[in-house]
């Protein structure tokens, strides 16, 4: 039953959403849009779902999830848009200004996207280069922290002092020490990735089982050995956790110090559009934030299964 | 194949958190043969764990030293394989590279490879390769525990309570599958344990200790060959006799609480 239910509800949505795109008239207070684009947009997206899902169907893919499982959130999804189409260009019951037509927001995509994608390759490249130094820094002194008692006495007030200071403070001061606004960008990113990754690292090493060391060492391990053989792949886990709450606030970095200094990047993107009251492309830019961290974050859960693959029995997930 | 110990007058001292000094062990002699299973058996307290560790060159005695093959223990080293009583098991290597490991560590996995699949197969683990430790059973990881110490080919091999954690059948079992395989590999081994029962049935020599001040109190030969029957009269003696010293130091440590 539920095999012919979920399509069906997706195919019922959509129809519902393209009859008020096409057939109710636009309120006149709105701005015009080129092209009815919201309405190309969601019946690409459910051509392209019912494409994907009728190839699984018909390879007979074994999945957990029965057929067309997605199909009720996309569903759903679209009544949303759908409604969110009704209130603000059909029947302009919010603001104006402030809550463009979703036809104007998805056009933005398609209209602006040369000056979108050259902001999307200057702020992943910011936050590639932030992510990667302040990773392998963390990691590294996480290490020796967590493995040498003299690295441990010198570096860790260092780490408990200038941790905590939010890393969007430090912004002032490093936009005036660096020669670029990129650079300084890519700096502070790497200092919001940097402390918890240090952190959990080296508290993830010093958590390790006493025992794993003493048998290593009892099976000939050098102390190099054991510490990257044993100590890593042991604290891993806690590692992981740090370098994904890095991850996270060094969004909230990106944006922050892309808004304050750059003269480029979506956060620059965002705040420049605010300031041109164009809220059709605030909206885009939004979207395109979203999806490029999604990228990110997915990415970074993908690793993440494929090195703590023996985990999953260890803890539920 | 060698692995003669000699505990010459080893002692160890720790200072507790308080500032009171507390003597672990207090003047240990004791030689061990080539190819002996030896049990230390005795109360909590009584040092018997602070011997291995020593031993394995975990820990480092105050006074005295061990000597294996007459050459001085300092530090832990492949010559003395070690297995603790939780399997300590890497969980994020599967049993495989578990066993692997000390050939790995000591990067000459290459040219002993095939070793790894004959302590796989020593140890009845054969198809359980690629799984890790957290889907198998206890007394399947406390197998793999022992091929992981045993790669090396060990002079001599260390057990801290290594069957403590298992249930009575599995335990039974693991305690022929230990004197299967010291038979097969002839090693030194040498165990600790708190069960008496289960030292009768697997030593050649058995060392009671007792607690306050931590020493040997005495070295038992077991002359019963093997196989063994845990109801030879034999084997009922000389577990009573055991039972006997030990309560007579248990009995000791009530009256020093009752001061």
Redesign the interface.
Known sequence: MKKYIYPLLLLISLAAAEAVEFLVPNSPLHQNAKHPYFGWIILAVTVIYFLYSGIQVLQKKKSENPPFYRAPFLAGIILFFNVLNLITVKLALLPVLYFPSLDRVFGTLFEDYSLILKCVGYSSGILLTGIFGGLLVGFFMGVGVGFNKTLSYWINPIIRILGPIPSTAWIPIFLLLFPTARAASAFIIGISVWFPTVVLTSSGISNV?N??F?????????QF?RIF??GV??A?PSIFLGLFNGICSSFVTLMTAEMIGAKYGMGWYVNWQKEMMCYSNVYAGLIVIAVLFYIVITLLFKLRDKL?L??K??IKW | MVGEIRFENVKKTFIRPDGETVNALNGVDLTIKQGDFVCLIGPSGCGKSTMLRIL???DQATEGAVYIDDKKVT????D???A?Q?H?L?????IYDNIA??L???HIFKEKKETVNEFIELVGLKGFEKS?P??LSGGMCQRA?LA??LI?HPKAL?LDEPLGALDAFTRMNMQDELLRIRKEQNMTMVMVTHDVDEAVYLSDKIVVMTPRPAKIEKVIDVKLSQPRDRNNPEFIRLRSEILKILDFAGKEKEIEYSI
């Open positions: 089982k025992s794993y003493e048998v290593s060492s009892t099976l000939g391990a050098s050995y053989k044993v792949p042991a891993l703590l023996w985990q029995g260890v | 394995a060159g975990l530090k832990p080293d492949y003395r394989g070690l603790f939780d300590s890497f969980p994020w290597l599967n490991f000390g790995k560590a000591r890790f957290h889907q525990s992981r110490a090396g260390l």
